[in-house]
């Protein structure tokens, strides 16, 4: 986390609202969904809402595509309620 920029996406469901109940609710904001990353000079953009965007901007390699389609298909299954963080065990 020291290396670069970090954010919470709206994918994430408890901090946000821990954040409010802490009583700093100022501190969650809207911001874009699209997100970029410069490798070897050259800009490789996203969008958080289209999760494959990582394979057509370039940013992850193709042969890849496997294991980023597993890893998203246990991610949705993991989402089974807002507020409730998946099993770490599962």
């Not at 501190?27 to 874009?32: D, E, I, L, Q, R």
């Amino acid at each position: 986390m020291e290396i670069g920029a970090q954010f919470l996406s709206t994918d994430y469901r408890v901090i946000p609202d821990l954040v409010v109940a802490l009583g700093d609710s100022d501190a969650v904001v809207t911001t874009s969904r699209r997100a970029a990353a410069v490798i070897g000079g050259r800009m490789h953009t996203i969008d958080t809402r289209r999760p494959l965007s990582m394979l057509t901007s370039g940013l992850v390699p193709l042969g890849s595509a496997p294991s980023l389609v597993h890893g998203l298909i246990r991610l949705r299954r993991g989402r089974r309620s807002p507020g409730v963080s998946p099993d770490p065990a599962a």
